[in-house]
């Protein structure tokens, strides 16, 4: 039986995550700490951003999710992220593995490799960063895609098989595999490229799906992470005069995004 | 003779610390840095965040306040911050503790208890945090609080009473006190727990005030701080749309809070 | 012959920076990083944070322009800025040095140092750290500015003579000089003295200028960029309430400044 998204069960999925308050534990890049936070907190959940050894582990026993994402992977944080990566391993907590610009950069591909070891619940990533990891291609320039998320199905399906992971793969349509069934969403904004955090806060929200629905399928949960964030962002988009006034109303839109807007906006295939 | 706090007090201490910019070093979290920084700099102090050993207690000894916010303590920033510690508790100056996330989590929780040696001016915290850090209770999930102020009044009581400071507990209804006098600010507004940050810059906010009337009772100096804070909240949230324009806001709001929105709104008692 | 900035050629560097995309590597302060890259991003260029050991030289081998602000240096940034500057020094990358509160603090003064021995393209400060940097001053109190930039033009010609710098002073007019000619920029409005990061992404902008245009004088380029920034400032100056609403509106009017905009109101001399 292939697993599908309707708007119904988004806007179950999103009642759940507000009624539950997960706590999402983000290890991430020093750039979007604040805007991640600012996000988790806008839609509902609960953050935390324990990232020291010592502390990332006993906390992600804890937490209802975690996000594990390479932006700006400092000794300290690599230890703690490789501590908190055990406890999530142990303890099946669903976990989003956010391998930023791996490819070209040594320090993060390789701690990439070892945290895959530990079996992601999702991987997220843009084209480029999903073919870098799965082997197939040298990554971006950093953060940019240079790739359509189309060209990454192959390698999103190779690591989703391999790892058992489902695969999130972000661009004008997103793309979510768990290697067999393929989830497109067809919502979202170009200015969503154009604030910096607009990829990495996608990876904590999808942490707080995944921790706020644990019995229901992973590419489901995914999807409707990607859902509501991408129709947040169109509704913030039609408020907005410029990137910096989008990230502010992409806030007020993630507070605000309801059934209505999801059943009206929705565009799943 | 009990300490009070008056609607005129409290516009005379904003005045001062507007006309002395007191410069106001914070070694706290990288979620919060940047809207520490911005909400010190919009209500009129100078913000500096040199927070590395062999900086930052030199950089202490010319601060008029310092804050010390145990939210991402790096082995580096715990360095810094008994460094730190040291020189304000030599020199007299005003330091504000927020023991982020105390109880659980072990780093943090001892050296919580090694800065709190050094005898804070004033300890904020939300009712989670302050229980845990008196030992009476086994703290909150992360930054969350789960207890009522008023619950923590016993906690805050006995920390006023063992450290010699004034201890801030954050809540619906705020309360300040040295151990003896209780002051209760009914301002502020629940969108203050949907931004990150929200409960960090008022410690910054706090050591502003401390920084700026050194010769003014620390009761009624801390209690400002939460004052003027919880009423720019109010008006911020008069003009915002969701948690995105609401933090936007109440930077606007932190600038122009002037003697007329304080005489009309404090509700302190 | 002496290098001028007209309103045609700001106009065609900035064409030049959005048709091109500048990779701008920037190692900076913890406190500003998001606005950085937003501000980077909005106005067309392409951030990228990496500050680690092992990915900072590899990075800067592919960078467009590379900034290095010395807000929060901690021990493993200086480690990845050595290795950066190494590395654009080798290559002939333009990039920038902006020797935030150096004076008084000294593990950053000695640092400072160091890297003008790799001879920076541009070095851009505020007064007081462009008269500490040449050793002429004791530094302003943290990130203020203690002088004007009239005052601190001996410094900037020392500098510029001494290490074949650029150097570019912040203040209510800007001053840009290679230690012969120097451009004076009459644009701004001072809430960019209100909100974090105000200089300190200045410096990135900068690098995007000099990695867009390679070919074009570094006076020039250095001067448009501190030409379209301060033009945005004021642009958003006349649509914000206050240094909140002005920061946002300030990310807006980099990604819209425009041809128009920049011939009614540039003030160059």
Redesign the interface.
């Known amino acids: 039986m292939s697993i599908r998204l309707t708007p119904d069960l988004t806007i179950d999925l999103l009642a759940q995550l507000r009624a539950g308050t997960p706590?999402v534990q983000s290890l991430t890049?020093?750039?979007?700490?604040?805007?991640t936070?600012?996000a988790l907190?806008?839609l509902g959940a609960?953050?935390?951003?324990?990232?020291?050894p010592?502390?990332a582990g006993?906390?992600a026993r804890?937490a209802s999710g975690v996000l594990i994402n390479l932006?700006?992977?400092?000794?300290?944080q690599r230890e703690a992220m490789a501590e908190a990566a055990v406890v999530v391993a142990d303890a099946g907590t669903p976990w989003v593995l956010d391998p930023v610009?791996v490819g070209?950069?040594?320090?993060?591909t390789r701690l990439a490799a070892e945290l895959l070891e530990r079996r992601p619940a999702v991987i997220r990533g843009n084209a480029s960063e999903i073919i870098a990891l799965a082997g197939q291609g040298a990554g971006g320039?950093?953060?940019?895609a240079t790739d359509n998320p189309e060209d990454a199905l192959p390698a999103a399906q190779l690591l989703a098989g391999k790892y058992g992971s489902v695969v999130a793969v972000s661009g004008s349509v997103d793309l979510v595999t768990d290697g067999q069934d393929v989830l497109r969403i067809g919502n979202g904004h170009p200015w969503l490229t154009?604030?910096?955090?607009g990829g990495c806060a996608l990876g904590a929200v999808t942490a707080a799906f995944l921790g706020a629905a644990p019995d229901v399928d992973r590419l489901a949960a995914a999807a409707a992470g990607t859902a509501v964030y991408t129709v947040a962002a169109e509704i913030a988009a039609e408020q907005?005069?410029?990137?910096?006034?989008f990230?502010?109303?992409?806030?007020?839109?993630l507070?605000?995004v309801d059934a209505a807007d999801l059943t009206s906006r929705l565009v799943i295939s």
Request: zero cysteines.
């Open positions: 706590l890049n020093v750039v979007v700490t604040n805007f936070a600012n907190l806008a609960a953050p935390a951003m324990t990232d020291i010592g502390e006993p906390f804890i932006g700006t992977p400092t000794a300290e610009a070209s950069l040594p320090v993060r320039r950093g953060v940019d154009r604030i910096t955090g907005a005069a410029g990137p910096g006034s990230a502010v109303a992409f806030l007020d839109a507070a605000a």
